[in-house]
């Protein structure tokens, strides 16, 4: 039986060994986050715009919405340094109560707008008014400048998460300092600022909308666990 007791015994004690270590290596932990942001002018201008019709035959509605958007499709080729591109095409009934043995159908398309050049977008969101609706007008930062700010901001972060982990070894008296993991992230600001409201539809030509850039806040972080060495 001493014997059995002493094997059982030898059998705790070698369990709890690595349960001993790894709450010393737990302890030995230390987990923070850094980030740094930066304000940067918006450069971008996406605008939204909607072609939409109804009646009772959905072929009427298909052809009526096909040839504003060709139209303004046509009238955004014209425009140099804009980007287009067409969204979904999407068709409904609605039933009205009144008119149990008659269904009308409605039909929405957009086009959307992109470019660096803010009067030329306003000119072009200005003419197309008179056929479509616009939907969202908004300034944003272009892709190629946050992709340089970002990187930018990670460089900063990293200085930033080199700096703490040295002080933190410091202040807690450890000889040096062993990176656990880090995660890095970034934030690209929020999506387009929309500058004036929702389907908006003009009878005549209506006049280039006001348009102000603004800024935009971006920001990377570095969340890390480092472990101490003493």
């Known amino acids: 039986m001493p014997a059995m007791r002493l094997l059982a015994l030898g059998v705790l004690l070698a369990l709890a060994a ?108 200005g003419r197309l008014q008179s056929r479509l609706q616009v939907q969202s007008l908004g300034f944003s930062v272009s892709p190629e400048r946050r992709r340089e700010v970002e990187a930018e901001l990670v460089d900063e972060a990293l200085g930033a998460f080199r700096e703490r982990a040295e002080r933190v070894r410091a202040k807690l008296g450890a000889k040096g300092y062993a990176i656990v993991k880090i995660q890095l992230s970034s934030s690209g600001g929020p999506p387009p600022r929309p500058l004036r409201g929702a389907a908006m539809m003009a009878e005549a030509v209506s006049p280039a909308p006001p348009l102000e850039a603004g800024t935009s806040q971006l920001s990377a972080g570095a969340h890390a666990t480092i472990e101490l060495g003493f």
């Open 18 to 125: 690595p349960a001993l270590a790894d709450e010393e290596v737990v302890r030995n932990h230390v987990s923070f986050s850094v980030e740094r942001s930066r304000e940067v002018e918006n450069d971008w201008v996406t605008a939204v715009l909607g072609a939409s019709f109804e009646s009772t035959d959905p072929a009427e509605v298909a052809a009526q919405i096909n040839t504003a958007m060709s139209w303004g499709m046509e009238q955004a080729k014209a425009a140099s340094g804009l980007r287009m591109r067409t969204g979904g095409y999407t068709t409904r009934p609605i039933d009205d109560p009144k008119r149990a043995q008659l269904r009308r159908w409605r039909g929405t398309q957009t086009l959307v707008l992109e470019g660096a050049d803010a009067r030329e977008m306003s000119e072009l969101v």
